[in-house]
């Protein structure tokens, strides 16, 4: 019989379930991988089930396989081609007839939940700032903030531009005090919020020096764990095998939704809009912040890491101070087409 590897589905907790579970080691027929822990597919079935019911066979034309909605909601199989992952789903399944079928999500689409969040955006910057009626989308969202909770014990970095090219102190390369505090990602103006990165590379590229200039870069550490959501990609982040059915239903539909939040956060924005496009990236913050959290990790946009805005910072201590040069600069561009 043909057995298959954690590697095969690009998932976490099935890679953990396959290591902890099955004492046999050596190929697998799927992926390839060798020396490898390897079970029956069918042994999965029962982690597949409550998965499967999300979707219905459907003659719709949007109508797509299995294997389709499973890599494009789930982002399962990472490690296999169309073909052997329908043919590994076949095997789960026990029926080679399972991806010849054609199939679509069961409840209602997250596209509602998107349209909303557009609405929402809008309202935000040209009519209620305060009171706004859109935001139901949002206040349903703790349940699957639970689900990208991550707890972290991390250095990390934070830069300035150093004009006179002495270092700052530590003190200094804190968040700044309340009075000067302005609009930021995370932040509304007058609230501070602790912007930090996960190396001297992304902080310092993501405060947009000039070529030249020197940059200050402080280290921070987490004197304990903090707990964040982690925006970055929900679709990893989540296992569908790790939540029960309830969970399962509602991650499923807001989704889209997750991975549209983040992309909120990661967006370049234009210094002379900022104060206008980044209330919806404020807003969401400010709920996380509420529902407990210490902070959000997402994408950094502009460097090769990751950037987290911390909202209690009363865990974080400086460690080191350094001084950058700015050697290099790129940008990249391309034609653009105004409607």
């Known amino acids: 019989m043909e057995k298959c590897c954690g590697g095969c589905f690009g998932d976490w907790f099935l890679a953990d379930y396959i290591d902890d579970s099955s004492d046999e080691v050596g190929e697998c027929k ?4 060798r020396d490898v822990k390897i079970i029956s597919p069918q042994e999965l079935l029962f982690h597949f089930d409550s998965l499967f019911e999300l979707y219905e066979e459907s003659v719709d034309p949007e109508a797509t396989s299995l294997e389709s909605l499973l890599r494009e909601d789930w982002g399962l199989f990472e490690g296999l081609g169309r073909v052997k992952a329908e043919k590994l789903l076949a095997h789960i399944f026990d029926n080679l007839d399972v991806f010849r079928c054609e199939f679509l999500p069961s409840q209602d689409s997250e596209t509602t939940a998107i349209l909303q969040w557009e609405a929402f955006r809008e309202e935000l910057k040209h009519q209620r700032r305060f009171f706004p009626t ?4 949002i206040l349903n969202l703790e349940t699957s903030f639970v689900a990208l909770e991550s707890r972290a014990t991390l250095t ?5 531009v150093c004009d006179q090219g002495v270092p700052f102190s530590l003190d200094e390369m804190g968040k700044p005090p309340e009075k000067l505090v302005g609009n930021g990602r995370a932040n509304p103006v007058g609230i501070p ?3 930090v990165a996960s190396d001297a590379a992304t902080a310092v590229a993501e405060i947009r020096p000039h070529k030249g200039e020197i940059v200050c870069v402080a280290e921070f550490e987490f004197r304990s764990a903090l707990s964040f959501v982690d925006l970055r990609d929900p679709r990893k982040k989540i296992s569908p095998f790790s939540l029960d059915e309830e969970d399962l239903r509602m991650v499923h539909r807001n989704m889209g939704y997750l991975c549209r939040l983040g992309g909120e956060l990661t967006m370049p924005i234009l210094p002379r809009t900022a104060h206008l496009d980044y209330l919806p990236s404020q807003y969401l913050c400010e709920f996380i912040k ?6 959000v990790v997402y994408k950094s ?10 909202f209690n910072d009363s865990e974080v201590s400086g460690k080191d101070v350094s001084l950058y040069q700015v050697n290099h600069v790129h940008v990249e561009s391309s034609p653009f087409n105004p409607l």
């Open 193 to 195: 919020c602790l912007y």
């Open 134 to 137: 859109n935001n139901s989308e």
């Open 156 to 160: 990390v970095c934070r830069a300035r």
């Open 301 to 310: 946009a502009m460097g090769p890491g990751v950037n987290y805005a911390i």
């Open 30 to 33: 799927f992926c390839g991988s």
């Open 290 to 295: 509420s529902c407990g959290y210490d902070g």
